[in-house]
């Protein structure tokens, strides 16, 4: 179970935690030292997809659908039911929007599912083998709106993301994947009904993607929330410490780094409008404190993010020493790397349930770990790069969002942000919003 701090208006209810870990601690959001400025280390700061709550006081729930699905508020780690904002602003619904099955071309059915009047985002979700990675093959929205184009698939050289060709961007996951609508101003979400077709491959063979069949459960977040271009928003942290360097639930709080960068993501975040509410410490065994990065059935990141195991509601941050990806040069040190673009919420956390940071710094390496964990709790609220690493030459692709500039380095988003580097957009600052996870904020 958990305590809520005296600034934390939510009500306190117990939440079932595996292992034996001390009780989980919420920090009042207001804590923590004054940031110091940071000199970025150039890098990619990692991600899935191949590039890269509010807890309840009222119960909300939704009618049946005409096909028959339950279109209800979400069971929570202990039964609850997700519910309106405790501000009075926000609700979230929960749709379980059945199974998929794919075939050996790896193509599953159409599959529709119904969502309540007024959404204004929805966050859906696929869960499959771990080992296989999933993605939308076509997404229609309300009044046949196209959100993905089913010809994407046929006309991409790759399925691990759609870019240009979707109004909504897109990145597979393995084993898990998730995607927000909307995350450009081309897409936008609504009440009604929505159909989606889910693909599966494999990535045993690099560059080489297989399609496989596969069963996978689909689930979507509704979210209604007026005003999103203008109110507040706000989040909790879930600190999961692996004892990495020594610094365990017992002194996470009051250790220097920690609150540095702390600091910091409270103010990159405060100009997105986002504020960090409750702020609570773990101790994690994770398997190594060494971990993999990657896309293939060896990559260690699943597994990590799963020791988490059940915690109150909220980004699930945990630290390990080093995080390094496998390339044709070697092993290349990752600072940080989200579960996903943007992270499934669900009860009971799992393989993409948050974001695994890395503490070690190489020789002469600038201290960035408040920026890196801004970047990564961005990723996993639902922002992609906006400039990916460029190739041989020239400049890597850009996203689809109209008020980030080409190749800004000011941008926390870049792939290699300068020092300074913590602009969000307006349109960056209304995605996040989007996210379910992300509730209302003080008025």
Request: glycine share 14%; hydrophobic share 45%; with cysteine.
């Amino acid at each position: 179970m958990y305590e809520a701090s005296a600034a934390d208006p939510r009500p306190t209810r117990p939440i079932p935690v595996r292992g034996k870990r001390p009780p989980c601690r919420a920090v009042d959001g207001a804590r923590g030292a004054t940031g110091i400025p940071y000199a970025l280390a150039a890098g990619c700061l990692g991600c899935w997809g191949g590039d890269g709550t509010d807890q309840p006081d009222a119960v909300q729930q939704a009618a049946v659908s005409d096909a028959g699905m339950d279109v209800a508020s979400a069971p929570d780690a202990d039964g609850a039911k997700d519910a309106a904002d405790p501000f009075g602003a926000t609700e979230r619904f929960w749709i379980d929007a059945g199974v998929a099955t794919a075939n050996k071309d790896g193509q599953a059915s159409l599959l529709s599912f119904q969502v309540p009047a007024g959404t204004t985002s929805v966050e859906i979700t696929f869960d499959g083998p771990a080992a296989t990675l999933l993605t939308l093959a076509e997404l229609s929205g309300p009044d046949g709106r196209i959100v993905v184009p089913k010809t994407w698939l046929a006309e991409s050289k790759s399925p691990y993301r759609c870019t240009v060709a979707c109004p909504n961007r897109i990145a597979a996951g393995p084993g898990s994947a998730a995607f927000l609508v909307p995350n450009t101003p081309a897409a936008s979400a609504g009440g009604g009904a929505w159909t989606l077709r889910a693909f599966a491959f494999s990535a045993q063979a690099p560059g080489t993607p297989l399609a496989v069949d596969a069963t996978l459960t689909v689930g979507v977040h509704a979210v209604r929330r007026p005003d999103v271009a203008t109110r507040k928003g706000r989040i909790d942290l879930n600190l999961c410490m692996s004892g990495a360097f020594g610094i365990g639930a017992d002194i996470a709080l009051q250790h220097a780094r920690i609150q540095d960068a702390l600091s910091e993501v409270r103010t990159l975040f405060a100009g997105a409008r986002i504020e960090i509410g409750a702020v609570r410490v773990f101790d994690t065994v994770v398997p190594s404190m060494i971990v993999q990065h990657g896309l293939g059935a060896d990559a260690e990141i699943g597994d990590a993010l799963a020791a988490i195991g059940e915690v109150p509601e909220g980004v699930n941050i945990l630290f390990v020493q080093r995080i390094f990806a496998v390339t044709e040069a070697g092993a290349v040190p990752v600072l940080g790397v989200a579960g996903g673009i943007p992270g499934p919420v669900r009860p009971g956390g799992g393989r993409r349930s948050g974001v695994v940071i890395g503490l070690e710094l190489g020789a002469g390496q600038p201290d960035v770990l408040g920026r890196t964990l801004a970047h990564e709790i961005a990723h996993w609220l639902g922002l992609f790069h906006t400039t990916e690493a460029p190739p041989a030459s020239g400049i890597g692709a850009h996203d689809a969002i109209p008020d980030t500039g080409d190749d800004d380095v000011s941008n926390l988003m870049h792939w290699s942000p300068a020092a300074g580097s913590g602009k969000l957009t307006l349109q960056q600052t209304n995605v996040l919003h989007g996210h379910p996870l992300v509730g209302a904020g003080s008025p």
